[in-house]
């Protein structure tokens, strides 16, 4: 996939151009959780497409989050003009052919263009819907993907990749039921898909099942390992479940305003030493992502904050009145 296109950094996060920093770095983490486990695919064009997709997120994550090159990049996309669309009705066209070479440039607002039209020629080419599905689902929406992937579907029952982008379409709008559904259907069509596993486990790591993820993407690098985009994951659920174990304290709120949003916290010196060589762990499995970096470096300040000595009242010396 090539990258000369001139890419929209919002339309990669999937955020307003108002977005604050906080929204930013929610959607960062959300993309490249979405994104990086296509690096797994064994279909070469999937796995380059998702390549390039992380490397946008990357350099959104540099450009949004540094307020002047962000103030540079809203400059460019101000002055930016959209190519026009291909010309429809042209005889002799293969519009399906173009719509998959729009996506190969990087471009799926042309792609989906292409990909109307040739649905318009031939309405039941499963694989023009198929295009279709997934240039929305590239462009943000996942409304009209669902509805395209389900028409694929409709038309190719038993074509796996069809399941699994309509899982993706309902992940992107974090129905994670229907996402669950969608994934476990296609790896019924592919049994042993890597990628559709991780899926599955990317949904119990959302609905706070992290022991469930954890056994799965252990099965998934012992089979795979030498894969980073799956030791990525099995990074998140190392430490998902490793929250399982700790003590939880939710947020608190005093006259209507958050105080604390509140979190876990180590409840005794076994807790601190498992949390120690968890960060051990998922430290040596070397993905080189900056939010396992971070979650590694989170860990270790945890344990450590745990093993400092405390005050409390059994500790101060005892002595009569007036000491």
């Not at 890419?7 to 990086?36: C, F, H, P, S």
């Not at 939010?291 to 409390?312: G, H, S």
Request: negative net charge; aromatic residues 10%; glycine residues 6%.
């Amino acid at each position: 996939m090539t990258t000369s296109q001139f890419v929209n950094l919002y339309e990669v996060l999937q955020v307003g151009q108002a977005a604050g920093t906080d929204e930013i770095r929610k959607a960062i983490t959300k993309q490249r959780r979405q994104w990086i486990k296509r690096q797994g695919s064994a279909d070469p064009d999937r796995r380059a497409e998702a390549e390039a997709r992380v490397r946008d997120i990357d350099r959104a994550e540099k450009v949004l989050l540094d307020a002047s090159a962000r103030a540079a990049f809203d400059r460019e996309l101000a002055d930016y003009r959209p190519p026009t669309g291909p010309a429809a009705g042209g005889n002799g066209i293969d519009w399906l052919d173009r719509a998959r070479t729009y996506l190969d440039q990087d471009n799926p607002n042309a792609a989906n263009y292409a990909a109307r039209e040739a649905i318009n020629l031939r309405g039941n080419d499963d694989a023009a819907w198929f295009v279709r599905a997934h240039s929305s689902f590239l462009m943000g929406n996942a409304g009209d993907a669902e509805y395209e992937f389900a028409e694929a579907i409709r038309l190719a029952p038993q074509n796996s990749l069809y399941h699994y982008g309509l899982g993706e379409a309902y992940a992107a709008m974090s129905k994670w039921q229907q996402a669950l559904r969608k994934y476990e259907e296609a790896l019924r069509l592919d049994p042993g898909n890597p990628e559709y596993r991780t899926s599955i486990a990317q949904v119990y790591l959302q609905n706070d099942m992290g022991g469930k993820a954890l056994e799965i993407m252990e099965s998934v690098v012992r089979e795979h390992p030498d894969n980073p985009a799956f030791r990525y994951y099995l990074a998140i659920a190392l430490h998902d479940e490793l929250m399982d174990h700790l003590g939880k304290l939710g947020p608190f709120v005093a006259y209507g305003q958050m105080i604390n949003e509140g979190g876990f916290y180590v409840l005794s010196e076994e807790q601190a030493s498992l949390v120690a060589k968890r960060a051990d762990t998922i430290a040596n499995l070397k993905t080189g992502d900056p939010d396992i970096a971070a979650l590694v470096q989170e860990l270790r300040e945890m344990a450590a904050e745990a093993r400092k000595p405390t005050w409390d009242w059994v500790n101060w010396p005892k002595c009569s009145w007036p000491c």
